[in-house]
C-alpha cells in the first residue's frame, strides 16, 4: 500500500528559526507537489518538484526532491508568523493513462512570536 | 482569469439522502479531479476527470459518481449518505492529468 508520511505532524517554532520538514513516500515517483493550507480555506500550491534533485525556493521556503531516497523536504529559514499553516506534500503516481495523486499526512506548523 | 469555483459552500443533509455537488474549473483547465478533506486529515483522492472521461479513481465506494461536461465543469455525486460522509469537499483543475493543481474553496457537507 502507498504511504505518503510527513514528519513532524505538528510543529511549533520560534520566529526566526530555521527548521525541515519532510516528506518519505513509499513508491516510485519523480512529481512531487507542496501545498500550504490556512486553517478553513482551500489548499495554495506552492512548490513543483519533477525530477530528481530538483530545488525551488520562494521567499522562507525552500522544497527539494530525492526520488532515489523517496524523500522531499520543505525547509523553512528564519520563520515568520505569517507561515503559520499546514502543509502537505502529495505524489503523483499517476501510471499507465491512470491518475492517482496522494497526499501526505500534513504538518501543522505553528510560528510563535 | 477565473479561478475554480465550487458550490454550494456549505451544506447539511440528512443520513440516506443524496448530494451533488458543482465545481466550475479555472479557465484554459481540461482535468478536474475531486478529494474529500474530513477534518485533521490530508485530503483523499476521489476521482478524475480529463476531457470527460473518469480518468482515474481512489478508494470510494460506487455511491461516489461523477460527470464533466463539455466545458470542462464538473459534478460530484453521493447516494446514500451516511455520517462519515461529512467532510470538506475539494475540488482541484489542472491543465492536463498530471500537474499542479488549483484548488477551489471547497464544500462543507455535513451528514446528520
Known amino acids: 500500500e502507498l504511504k505518503v508520511e510527513q514528519n513532524p505532524l505538528f510543529l511549533s517554532m520560534q520566529e526566526g528559526k530555521n527548521y525541515t520538514i519532510y516528506c518519505n513516500y513509499s513508491t516510485t515517483s519523480d512529481r512531487l507537489y507542496w501545498y500550504r493550507q490556512d486553517p478553513g480555506k482551500s489548499l495554495e500550491s506552492l512548490f513543483v518538484l519533477l525530477s530528481n534533485g530538483a530545488v525551488k525556493q520562494e521567499g522562507r521556503l525552500m522544497a527539494s526532491l530525492d526520488t532515489k531516497a523517496r524523500l522531499s523536504t520543505l525547509h523553512i529559514t528564519a520563520a515568520v508568523h505569517d507561515l503559520s499553516a499546514t502543509y502537505f506534500c502529495a505524489v503523483d503516481i499517476s501510471a499507465s493513462g491512470t491518475y492517482k495523486y496522494i497526499f501526505g499526512t500534513g504538518t501543522r506548523l505553528k510560528v510563535l512570536a | 482569469e477565473t479561478g475554480v469555483t465550487q458550490s454550494p459552500t456549505h451544506l447539511i443533509k440528512t443520513r440516506g439522502q443524496q448530494v451533488t455537488l458543482r465545481c466550475s474549473s479555472q479557465s484554459g483547465h481540461n482535468t478536474v479531479s475531486w478529494y474529500q478533506q474530513a477534518l485533521g486529515q490530508g485530503p483523499q483522492f476521489i476521482f478524475q476527470y480529463y476531457r470527460e472521461e473518469e480518468n482515474g479513481r481512489g478508494n470510494f465506494p460506487p455511491r461516489f459518481s461523477g460527470l464533466q461536461f463539455p466545458n470542462y465543469s464538473s459534478e460530484l455525486n453521493v447516494n446514500a449518505l451516511e455520517l462519515d460522509d461529512s467532510a470538506l469537499y475539494l475540488c482541484?483543475?489542472?491543465?492536463?492529468?498530471?500537474?499542479?493543481?488549483?484548488f477551489g474553496e471547497g464544500s462543507r457537507l455535513t451528514v446528520l
Open positions: 482541484a483543475s489542472s491543465t492536463r492529468p498530471t500537474g499542479e493543481l488549483f
